[in-house]
């Protein structure tokens, strides 16, 4: 999922982002594990539970941590601790479950304390555990600094960027010589194969001897770079919501694009039925009161509750979070009434975060050990996001070549979306300045030797779409069994019933539903 830093620190400090998809930093090097006599120690350590310091969490959360290699080609040149959480099995565990909520950039110990209760189905037979990737939350959290918004604040701005691209791609270049400066040793090897080696140094430390995992969105990218190399550490495994491994990043920009405004689509025919809907009750003419609104925020700017002016983007980015979930729309319907009828932004800047409250501030500070939570940058999530999906990408085009394609780039983008459009264009520009990615999952992963893993994709998905399922399960052979989610919302796990069901019962007892099979719409459940 690509993202930007917003240009207003108020924003930032919401950490604006939005849906696309993604790949990974690191080296393509082959898989090492315990019996490289460089990784040893880590694979001896075992994970000391306790108790969550510094967090407000549930009373049966339990934190810990693990230490891994900060570079695993030389393992001997410095480590990284991971900030871990479990849930606790009720019974005689039969070892773990390890979740990846996605993101990429999301701190996995605070999404299982305030969102854990999806869960604890899994807790009859498991310890449910999860963790901060390297580079997000308290595990060496990279962070961009405190004037990252003014090196971002041109990159928003289509006209700069019509005039002139090349100050605009000098600009972005600026933002990744900040992030660079502020994120420590840990941003060269951030990334998706690197965070696949710390999965299996979790998979030992946790006691099992072949790794369960359910994971969501990025998580299923990192997923299937684990079974690619660990293919006989792999367990059951579930993919929900899953991501590309080929596309490069412009186009899964468009395909964003256009997964957002179907999304919206859906969204404000809904609205229309509505007495109360702010667009008038004709959808046709709503879809055009909703790009009117962007605009005319784009041109004339109102005032939040932060002192900062709100957009049209930032009104965009904020929709974006919204339609992940139809759970949402009458909390965003209510969120626009507010902005068209009294100029009130507090609804929609709560939505541009995302629902999370990121606490702590900006700056520098130990890499090697965990950060206290009130120490995590407060532009973690954005600046972690945009490091893994640059770090996940091996095209790297020149501004001559961007220059050259820009214009064709503009109108394939606003004909897939003319609200989300130029919002993604500019996503996709945030990679110049940074090192190329690497290709080892373009390449390599592919053709998995391993056991039955299962894939869920939902129809309406509007960050990931579902041709990426069948085209991902078509790329890893026989060994993917996919799930069709007749439903929208991004993600299935949470919001389908069905697909709740099956994934408990393939985890908890190795039952896989046939290839193909499909649930009906939520409501059907």
């Not at 969105?217 to 993919?239: C, E, I, N, W």
């Not at 996709?428 to 390599?444: Q, S």
Request: charged share 25%; glycine share 12%; net charge negative.
């Amino acid at each position: 999922m690509l993202g930007k830093l917003p240009k207003r620190p108020a924003l930032r400090h919401c950490a604006v982002i939005s849906a696309v998809g993604l790949t990974v930093l690191g080296l393509g090097l082959p898989a090492v594990d315990g019996d490289d006599p460089g990784l040893a120690r880590f694979y001896r350590q075992k994970v000391a539970w306790g108790k969550c310091q510094g967090m407000e969490a549930p009373k049966d959360l339990q934190c810990g941590k693990i230490t891994v290699p900060l570079d695993y080609a030389d393992p001997a040149a410095g480590t990284l601790d991971l900030a871990l959480a479990r849930y606790r099995a009720t019974g005689k565990a039969r070892g773990s479950v390890l979740l990846n909520f996605g993101g990429p950039g999301g701190a996995g110990v605070d999404q299982l304390a305030y969102g854990g209760k999806d869960f604890m189905g899994l807790t009859d037979e498991y310890d449910v555990v999860t963790f901060d990737p390297r580079g997000v939350g308290r595990s060496s959290p990279v962070s961009c600094g405190d004037g990252a918004e003014a090196t971002a604040d041109s990159s928003d701005d289509s006209a700069e960027l019509d005039a002139d691209p090349q100050a605009v791609l000098e600009e972005i270049r600026a933002t990744a010589a900040a992030c660079a400066e502020h994120s420590g040793p840990v941003l060269p090897h951030i990334g998706t194969v690197n965070a696949s080696r710390d999965l299996d140094v979790m998979r030992e430390a946790v006691g099992d001897k072949k790794l369960n995992y359910l994971g969501f969105s990025y998580g299923t990218r990192l997923g299937a770079v684990y079974a690619k190399q660990f293919p006989d550490k792999v367990g059951r495994m579930v993919l929900d919501g899953v991501d590309t491994l080929t596309e490069p990043l412009t186009e899964q920009g468009v395909a964003g694009a256009e997964g957002q405004q179907k999304a919206l689509d859906e969204f404000v025919t809904w609205c229309t039925e509505d007495i109360g809907c702010p667009f008038g009750q004709d959808p046709r003419t709503a879809r055009k009161g909703v790009e009117r609104l962007v605009e005319s925020l784009d041109e004339d700017p109102v005032p939040t509750d932060f002192g900062d002016e709100f957009t049209g983007q930032d009104l965009v980015g904020a929709i974006g979070q919204a339609l992940y979930s139809e759970d949402l729309w009458p909390s965003l319907q209510r969120a626009l009434t507010s902005l068209v009828e009294d100029g009130d932004t507090s609804g929609v800047v709560g939505f541009a975060s995302g629902g999370l409250t990121v606490p702590g501030r900006n700056g520098d500070g130990d890499h090697s050990g965990l950060v206290d939570t009130e120490d995590v940058p407060l532009d973690n999530l954005p600046a972690a996001l945009m490091a893994i999906n640059c770090a996940d990408d091996p095209d790297r085009p020149s501004a001559k070549d961007i220059t050259r394609n820009l214009d064709r780039l503009r109108a394939e983008y606003e004909r897939a979306s003319p609200v989300f459009g130029r919002y993604r264009l500019t996503e996709v520009l945030m990679c110049y300045g940074r090192p190329k990615g690497t290709d080892f999952i373009r390449e390599k992963v592919k053709d998995l030797d391993g056991p039955k893993m299962l894939l869920v994709g939902t129809r309406g998905d509007p960050a990931t779409p579902y041709r990426w399922t069948v085209q991902t399960a078509r790329r890893l052979g026989s060994s993917a069994v996919v799930l069709d989610n007749r439903d929208g919302g991004h993600t299935g796990y949470a919001s389908s019933k069905c697909v709740h069901e099956k994934v408990d019962a393939f985890l908890l007892y190795g039952s896989l539903p046939p290839n193909g099979s499909s649930c009906g719409p939520a409501q059907d459940d």
